[in-house]
């Protein structure tokens, strides 16, 4: 395996300039769910564009940010716990039936909402992951809020209701595994999770419900399917895509645990994460597609959005570019689009690689005016040297990207989000009936 430099703890002092810098950036990305909210229910809209509906998982990122933003000075608390309540009391409110309209059922939500009624979206699933995302914020928000006063307690007993609703069993399908959605017009999708991905929150979730827990066989079924690979040397357990390997650890601190499949390899899935950020530069710096600019500090491939569908010839080669896909490394696709955020949500991982990268994104001021920090995406080559900014840049912010900035730069600085959830008792059952074991979650065990 080549030689990495050992994970780093945050310094003791980060100095001024990286911290006033991760300050604007976590600042700029906590602004989306200050502004892009419907104050009368707390739905996120999805991404910044008109006539667009919210999403639950960007519900679930706000309600995680909101006590960053306390912390941080963002927000007042009165006004967290406002914006907090208001939002719990409208999923709790809303209606959960086998109605094509309705906002949930089964204790899961459809994946995209309307902004002012919560009436499904589009035609769109209820969605097994999405629904994981949500909760997860609802319970950071009963971890963080616990003073005794009348409007915190309902915090707390809402959520804790809330997730309690969730019917995980119902959503298992083929071999015991959590199938991605149902929709009322042809039931379950056919799809489920499996394959290394974003879906360790979920499962860990519904392990550890105390009203309609999963088995251990289904964790068993998904971590069957994973695949461990060499990739420029480096042993790791192989996901595409960026998100996938920063995504459950926005709630979970995963270093130092693990679970049967990472003590077969000796490692746990904080040090996977850092392995694949190592794989996404080095990819850059091999860049076997011949983008322009991909290097050491210019990188981040992931579900993002991008300048097609539209094939082009640019510089004598016959290009393909794709809109919103799951791009990944090393097997593509690959289109020359990269997501700065997604650099920046992986922070925590290797941030002797990733500060750097900041910066350079920082200092590249792409065009498009950027009031909730890193723009989405932008291609390295689609209208390269064709226009006044060289570069295509997503016109748009989107909740999903903005989040993992907000949560996973706090995860570096202060441990904060991570030091809350470490002390959720569901996640500790869950984590435990998956069979993970070691370090903090030892210490909690001793000490419950």
Request: proline residues 6%; charged residues 20%.
């Amino acid at each position: 395996m080549t030689t990495m430099p050992r994970a780093e703890r945050p310094p003791a002092a980060v100095d001024a300039a990286t911290l006033a810098l991760l300050n604007e950036l976590q600042k700029d990305s906590f602004d989306y769910f200050v502004n892009e909210v419907n104050p009368a229910n707390g739905l996120i809209r999805d991404k910044t564009a008109e006539v667009w509906p919210a999403s639950i998982a960007a519900v679930g990122m706000a309600l995680t940010a909101y006590p960053i933003g306390v912390e941080q000075g963002f927000m007042a608390r009165a006004d967290a716990v406002v914006r907090t309540l208001t939002t719990l009391r409208f999923f709790a409110n809303s209606e959960q039936s086998e109605s094509p309209r309705a906002t949930g059922y089964k204790g899961f939500y459809y994946h995209f909402i309307d902004m002012s009624t919560g009436e499904r979206s589009w035609q769109c699933e209820l969605s097994s992951i999405d629904t994981a995302l949500l909760i997860a914020g609802m319970l950071t928000a009963a971890e963080y809020f616990t003073e005794d006063t009348p409007d915190e307690n309902e915090i707390r007993a809402l959520a804790d209701m809330l997730y309690r609703r969730v019917d995980w069993q119902w959503m298992r399908g083929r071999d015991n595994l959590i199938c991605h959605g149902w929709n009322p017009e042809s039931g379950f999708l056919r799809w489920h999770w499996e394959g290394y991905d974003e879906a360790l929150i979920l499962y860990v979730l519904a392990l550890g419900s105390p009203t309609f827990p999963i088995e251990r066989d289904s964790y068993n079924a998904w971590s069957r399917s994973y695949e461990w690979k060499t990739v420029y040397g480096i042993d790791y357990l192989y996901a595409g895509p960026l998100f996938i390997h920063q995504m459950s650890h926005v709630w979970l601190d995963l270093r130092g645990i693990r679970d049967d499949f990472m003590r077969a390899h000796d490692s746990d899935y904080f040090e996977n994460s850092r392995r694949a950020t190592y794989v996404q530069q080095q990819y850059a710096i091999q860049n076997p597609m011949g983008f322009p600019e991909y290097g050491a500090l210019c990188w981040g491939i992931t579900a993002s959005d991008g300048p097609g569908p539209v094939t082009r010839r640019i510089d004598g080669v016959q290009r393909k570019f794709w809109d919103y896909v799951a791009r990944g490394v090393p097997y593509g696709p690959d289109d020359g689009t990269l997501a700065p955020w997604a650099v920046a949500a992986s922070l925590p991982f290797a941030p002797e690689i990733v500060m750097p990268s900041i910066i350079h994104y920082h200092d590249m001021q792409l065009c498009e005016a950027n009031p909730y920090g890193f723009k989405a995406s932008f291609s390295t080559v689609f209208s390269h040297g064709r226009v006044a900014c060289r570069h295509w840049v997503s016109p748009y912010h989107f909740g999903i990207n903005e989040g993992p900035t907000v949560i996973m730069v706090e995860n570096y600085l202060h441990d904060f989000p991570w030091n809350i959830m470490r002390g959720n008792t569901y996640l500790q059952t869950g984590l435990r009936r998956a069979g993970f074991a070691g370090g903090w979650l030892d210490a909690e065990t001793r000490t419950s």
